[in-house]
């Protein structure tokens, strides 16, 4: 016990003598992290929007009238691609078309004069797959015609796509640059209170009690800039994401689940980070000992 609060003194210290130093070193993880969580926060947001613009990618298939939409159906449900089927039978394809004839009766009954046919809407499973899907589905006996927005399907893939390879790519840039910014003030910092560290080892203190004290002490200095940046994205949750989720709530699914292991993978990064930082720092200027 004596030794933590000895510990914990010369920490207190030790920040104290090197107050620009440790400002400096919060302010760069803080900023750091905050970058890194808004970036996670808009990923998970855009990953949402492009989840929710795929599931509206379906296959519009035409029956052919003289054969029954059921069984059609039945045959798709058993393909593996299929993820949900919808029939729109011809009288609610003309309940849908009623408002589109408003004050022009006769056009209107014309389109019920006519064979319109019954159509499914296939959802896919992999939408990935459109295409090669779309294509045999013209084979299969009492399907009539197949349609799909193929531009409209493709630019969605490539996005979400584009995303997940970026959206990673970017977050990992983001960690790496955390880590630099620490290591280089923690650095600045040991080479500010090099006599100091110098003086502490000729009075007879170890190395490795040197070195502890500077781990320690950029260990603390991660996890405030960290519960700072903590902060700052729970309020960009509560007042931006959230609002966006109760108007949009069918696009958007922020969880406070989420946010939560959002904001304690930052904390513990800020930690990591300030570690880190602090151990490749010291490698030059302290020796094994």
Known sequence: ???????????????????????????????????SGSFLLMKTGLDNVTNFLSSQVKIKIFVDPSVNTQEVAQILKTKGFTQNITIET??????????????KSYLFDSFKDSQLPDTILLDLKDKSEIDTVAEGLKSIKGITDVIYAQTYAHTILSWSSKINRYGLIVLALMITCSFL??????????????????????????????????????FLLGLIGSIFASFTIFLLYEYVLYQLQVKFYYIF?????NMNLIMLTLIACGGAIGLLGSYFATRKMLKNG
């Open 1 to 35: 016990m004596n030794i933590l609060i000895y510990s914990l003194r010369d920490v207190r210290e030790g920040i104290k003598r090197n107050a620009a130093a440790a400002i400096a070193t919060i302010l760069l993880v803080f900023i750091s992290l905050s970058i």
């Open 90 to 103: 011809k009288e609610e394809t003309l309940n849908n078309l009623r408002q589109f004839f408003q004050g």
């Open 253 to 257: 699914t922020f969880s406070i689940q």
């Open 181 to 218: 910014t620490v290591h280089v003030a923690v650095h600045l910092g040991l080479y500010q209170r090099q006599k100091e560290v110098q003086v502490k080892l000729l009075l007879g203190a170890k190395v490795s009690h040197v070195r502890n004290q500077i781990l320690f002490e950029g």
